[in-house]
T-cell receptor, first 115, second 117 residues
């Protein structure tokens, strides 16, 4: 069955470049989450969508980070003017219910390296 | 504030040994959910279990078992008769969705389990 997919799996960016990371959630899942996982750490919440509405972006570390989900399915996380501290694995997760706490299904992540 | 602590950074065991991974959480909410995920070398987080704050029954699934104790704010995970394929990083997570309305997870720092043949 189709799980959460993310692309690209690996991205190397020069400092100052803009990057766009894509997430395809499980079909029919209305909730979508982005997390950032630094090396040796647990994932940290970035932002949350319910359908196309971004309901929580409290975890975005700076205004260089921007996420969208215009049609309520595919989501893109964009990082402008990348910095070395942005190097991490970016994980996308989706969940079916519109409310309530249920398990999230994670994609394989995009490993971003900023040089 | 909510917090999840996994004090064991890395554990090594020999195959067939039992191993327990500890998880201690902090929350002000009376309604919350706890999760365990496995992250193998491939990197994808794999869901193992969800437990709500009103259900303190222990659960067993094959070689896996979970012990939830609200009195000590702990949600520990035991693997019986460990196998090499159990080698991974294991994360405990907390969600206070009913308060925040976001249903986001707060993760611990993970425990790396190495099972030696």
């Amino acid at each position: 069955g189709a799980g959460v997919s993310q692309s690209p799996r690996y991205k190397v960016a020069k400092r100052g470049q803009d990057v766009a990371l894509r997430c395809d959630p499980i079909s029919g899942h209305v909730s979508l989450f982005w997390y950032q996982q630094a090396l040796g750490q647990g994932p940290e919440f970035l932002t949350y969508f319910q359908n196309e509405a971004q309901l929580d972006k409290s975890g975005l570390p700076s205004d260089r980070f921007f996420a969208e989900r215009p049609e309520g399915s595919v989501s893109t996380l964009k990082i402008q003017r990348t910095q070395q501290e942005d190097s991490a694995v970016y994980l996308c997760a989706s969940s079916f219910p519109t409310s309530g706490v249920y398990e999230q299904y994670f994609g394989p992540g995009t490993r971003l390296t900023v040089t | 504030a909510q917090k999840v602590t996994q004090a064991q950074t890395e554990i090594s065991v020999v195959e067939k040994e039992d191993v327990t991974l500890d998880c201690v959480y902090e929350t002000r909410d009376t309604t919350y959910y706890l999760f365990w995920y496995k992250q193998p070398p491939s990197g994808e987080l794999v869901f193992l279990i969800r437990r709500n704050s009103f259900d303190e029954q222990n659960e067993i699934s094959g070689r896996y078992s979970w012990n939830f104790q609200k009195s000590t704010s702990s949600f520990n995970f035991t693997i019986t008769a460990s196998q090499v394929v159990d080698s991974a990083v294991y994360f405990c997570a907390l969600s206070e969705g009913y308060t925040s309305g976001t249903y986001k997870y707060i993760f611990g720092t993970g425990t790396r389990l190495k099972v030696l043949a």
